[in-house]
């Protein structure tokens, strides 16, 4: 093993490139996004070090043009499970043995690969997989990606560098080791940031891990798994595997090594696995990790002293910027009377100057969501806004599935605080405004507090400091993440670490140092110098 001290790069935020019309980074990733739009791919599973094709397959299609095929992926049935869980124990006795430094490099090496020649490749797989425009696609799956790769191995060494007190006659040493057995990494589709770093904070820190990627996001997964095994990832420390994924978890929750669960998806799966782990505690030999991100219900509240147009922007980027497929998308929003009337025309005007199609059309601001199922349960609570006499549509409201799944930014005025909209997560571009009068402002601080189960993230507009205080006390349990006089999203690696509390996660801080420290079990080792050799104390006499 090498000796020394070794200092690791001084991690900093990757620049966000513009994609300005002209620019080479427009015409690169348009060129690649050409190409991959016209080729097809074949996505196996990888277990160990081979690649497994089962036949069993299901399509890979753009959300925003449904028909067109850009590959196929092979679903895993139980054996396969199996041997991933097994393949990453046999990985893991190497893997946990390597040196720190060795570990360090690897993924110091993605991001270098990210932010160079696969920054076009992987922008441009998530702009065709997930819908995003350009500026999406690269504050994603570039930039924050590479931020976590860089972060997590600088708030690595602090991890290990931190070390208890001793003294001439003691040494006191802490090591933290992997934990023993293998994490599960499941992943969602909206963020291929996220979708990397679940599985590599784990394995960064001497884990091994089985991967479950959305069924939604496999075709720019495949691109962080080329930069991975490029990276030199060894075989068998991220097995990743697709299909069924209740017979999935239950395979890996089955096994007495699980050790772990990263999870970032919906409120009601992260639960039903809480669940099933509790039921299995019996069988594990250790108390497994649980890490979960999860629902959001976040808002804008607006004190009658803010700014109308940062409030206006606010709203409009916190909730329809990737179609509000964002976690931490502005979904209800409480505007004063006073400031409604500005607002309100604002809106309309910001909505229906936004264009919406394909991202490789970079004009465009709004593409399509995810899939039928996303699109068919945001029309439905739109067509029943349209209904309802406690709420109406501002503007937007109109939808169409023909091509791609394309709803419009819809902006829904509700005369009802408790209205569906306001308490129920939609993952769509939908936002609900509810009026209040400007003298019950601390009323409405504790309706914001009290109207959803989630706290994810928020944002107070103010120019009244008394009003920013007031605010983040009265609303401190209903938002991991805060924003005062900023839209409640973007969240930056390393500046404003990511998570929430209720129904929205374990707040375990993506981002931060905090999260590493949940993929590691410390040990403390005390030497002593000279060995008593007599039993007995002083004040026997």
Sequence with gaps: MLKGFFNVPKAVNEPVKSYAPGSPERELVSATYKEMWNSKIDVPLYIGSEEIRTGNTRTLSAPHDHQHIVGTYHLAEKIHIEKAISNALEAKKNWAATSWENRAAIFLKAAELIA???RAKINAATMIAQSKNIHQAEIDASCELIDFLRFNVEFMTQIYGEQPGSDSSTWNRLEHRPLEGFVYAVTPFNFTAIAA?????????GNVVVWKPSDSQIFSAKII???????GVPDGVINVVYGDPVMITDTVLASPDFAGIHFTGSTHVFKDIWSKIGTNIHKYKTYPRIVGETGGKDFIIAHPSANTKQVTTGIVRGAFEFQGQKCSAASRVYVPQSL???????LKTDVESMKMGSPEDMSNFITAVIHEGSFDKLASFIDQAKKDSDAEILVGGNYDKSKGYFIEPTVIVTTNPKYSTMETELFGPVVTIYVYEDAKWSETLTLVDETSEYALTGAVFSRDRYAVEEATVALQNCAGNFYVNDKPTGAVVGCQPFGGARASGTNDKAGSILNLLRWVSPRTIKETFVTPEDYRYPFLG
């Design 116 to 118: 160079g020649p696969y």
């Design 197 to 205: 770093n679940l599985p590599a904070s784990a394995a960064m820190m």
């Design 225 to 231: 798994i080329d930069i991975f095994k490029e990276a």
């Design 340 to 346: 409604w009337p500005a607002i309100k025309e604002q």
